[in-house]
């Protein structure tokens, strides 16, 4: 059974930083690409950052510059670090793990962890 499992979300002032951790287990992490999303209230569902199997990143415009995605294949473990973070980083923020096998995609999110921030 596959389970990707959030965790470090808080509410933080305006330009503080947080590190969100996203651990997987039921897959062979380090076969997968990963990502972090982010979803706002009454706003769809927003790619932030990605991370290949091979460790190539790329992320949303609004964050490029800010955040940064990484992972460790030995702790089956991706993180988000965000820094300068705004007020329209409000978001429940959700792991993704994805795979194409035969051509077909396979992918699993976890459950979300809430980040707010607020003065």
């Known amino acids: 059974q596959v389970q990707l499992v959030e965790s470090g979300g808080s509410l933080v002032q305006p330009g503080g930083s947080l590190r969100l951790s996203c651990a997987a287990s039921?897959?062979?992490?380090?076969?997968?690409?990963m990502g972090w999303y982010r979803q706002a209230p009454g706003q769809q569902r927003e790619m932030v950052a990605t991370i290949t199997s091979g460790g190539i990143t790329n992320y949303g415009d609004s964050v490029t510059g800010r955040f940064t995605i990484s992972r460790d294949n030995a702790k089956n473990t991706v993180y988000l670090q965000m820094n300068s973070l705004k007020p329209e980083d409000t978001a429940v923020y959700y792991c993704n793990a994805n795979i194409r096998r035969l051509g077909l995609p396979y992918n699993y999110w976890g459950q979300g962890t809430q980040v707010t921030i607020s003065s």
């Open positions: 039921g897959i062979i992490f380090s076969n997968y690409a």
